[in-house]
T-cell receptor, first 111, second 118 residues
Framework: SQQGEEDPQALSIQEGENATMNCSYKTSINNLQWYRQNSGRGLVHLILIRSNEREKHSGRLRVTLDTSKKSSSLLITASRAADTASYFCATITSGTYKYIFGTGTRLKVLA | EAGVTQFPSHSVIEKGQTVTLRCDPISGHDNLYWYRRVMGKEIKFLLHFVKESKQDESGMPNNRFLAERTGGTYSTLKVQPAELEDSGVYFC????????????????FGPGTRLLVL
């Protein structure tokens, strides 16, 4: 599988529900970041979690990191139609500076 | 503070033509990166500048791609001659530092240039 692989590939939920997306990676990392891309727009940085952190919150976002399993999850609580977008995790392998992205999760929040 | 800007936002060209993409990083960011997303696949690294120097261009697909960053400010990515498989979204990003673990290595992305080669 690819470094930084997200699952599910697509997720459709009702407004107000929670959305959980997962990301797996292969190598040792310095940190892991989540980005959002709205249709036709650029990548927006959501949250960074360092390799020595296990959980981080930012507003309605909660990110967890399990370095033993080389995985991360992004939880969006009380989703809104405006959360409809593609979500990507990006990792930087220790000793490098290149982001490695997964294929993304396409989230659709229905009003 | 202005973010990363890219120009043009869209470009439609014919196979064999030349296209030049431009990226203006966040002011004060020495590090500039190019990435691209082709055919709905994952976003892939192309190259990295530190100021005006190419730090790593291992992701550049072939010699039809030429990136420059004269003066260490804005950067251009030229595709000459363009091929059908070059179609995709080209993202530029910039960061203050590189992988220092301080959080200043966060890369901020521009809106991308959507390139369509017919």
């Amino acid at each position: 599988s690819q470094q930084g692989e997200e699952d599910p590939q697509a997720l459709s939920i009702q407004e107000g529900e929670n959305a959980t997306m997962n990301c797996s990676y292969k190598t040792s990392i310095n940190n892991l970041q989540w980005y959002r891309q709205n249709s036709g727009r650029g990548l927006v940085h959501l949250i960074l979690i360092r390799s020595n952190e296990r959980e981080k919150h930012s507003g309605r976002l909660r990110v967890t990191l399990d370095t033993s399993k080389k995985s991360s999850s992004l939880l969006i609580t009380a989703s809104r139609a405006a959360d409809t977008a593609s979500y990507f995790c990006a990792t930087i392998t220790s000793g490098t500076y290149k982001y490695i992205f997964g294929t993304g999760t396409r989230l659709k929040v229905l009003a | 503070e202005a973010g990363v800007t890219q120009f043009p936002s869209h470009s439609v060209i014919e196979k064999g033509q030349t296209v030049t993409l431009r990226c203006d990083p966040i002011s004060g960011h020495d590090n500039l990166y190019w990435y691209r997303r082709v055919m709905g696949k994952e976003i892939k690294f192309l190259l990295h500048f530190v100021k005006e120097s190419k730090q790593d261009e291992s992701g550049m697909p072939n010699n039809r791609f030429l990136a420059e960053r004269t003066g260490g400010t804005y950067s251009t990515l030229k595709v000459q001659p363009a091929e059908l498989e070059d179609s995709g979204v080209y993202f530029c990003a910039s960061s203050q530092n590189m992988g220092t673990g301080t959080g200043k290595e966060t890369q901020y992305f521009g809106p991308g240039t959507r390139l369509l080669v017919l």
